[in-house]
């Protein structure tokens, strides 16, 4: 299985982005995690293979979690960004394969800095 995560960068408080996680494999479900700096890593969103979200209690009503299952793909719209926003982002997948079964992969992580 691989992940090919997309659409970091730098923006100004307020501002927008939105990441994108390409995938390989039968995929089940799809989330995004993000870590700080002397931070745990914490769940952003998460959506099941039936379209089911679950959102952070931080980015709940800015954040919206989508995927594109033809293209095995998984989106994250930011909005109304806030410093604290700043880590670096990681997409998870867990994905089924003949030879392990389901498992979870990671992401190689894509920075997001938001400037106040």
């Known amino acids: 299985?691989?992940?090919?995560?997309?659409?970091?960068?730098?923006?100004?408080?307020?501002?927008?982005?939105?990441?994108?996680?390409?995938a390989s494999g039968t995929i089940n479900d799809m989330g995004w995690y993000r870590q700080a700096p002397g931070k745990q890593r914490e769940l952003v969103a998460s959506i099941s293979s039936r379209g089911s979200t679950r959102?952070?209690?931080?980015?709940?009503?800015?954040?919206?979690?989508?995927?594109?299952?033809?293209?095995?793909?998984?989106?994250l719209q930011m909005n109304s960004l806030k410093p604290e926003d700043t880590a670096v982002y990681y997409c998870k997948v867990n994905a089924w394969t003949?030879?392990?079964?389901?498992?979870?992969?990671?992401?190689?992580?894509?920075?997001?800095?938001?400037?106040?």
Do not use: E
């Not at 709940?60 to 033809?70: A, E, L, V, Y």
């Open 1 to 22: 299985v691989q992940l090919q995560a997309s659409g970091g960068g730098l923006v100004q408080a307020g501002g927008s982005l939105r990441l994108s996680c390409a």
């Open 98 to 116: 003949p030879t392990r079964g389901s498992n979870d992969y990671w992401g190689q992580g894509t920075q997001v800095t938001v400037s106040s």
């Open 55 to 75: 959102y952070g209690d931080s980015v709940t009503g800015r954040f919206t979690i989508s995927r594109d299952n033809t293209k095995k793909t998984v989106y």
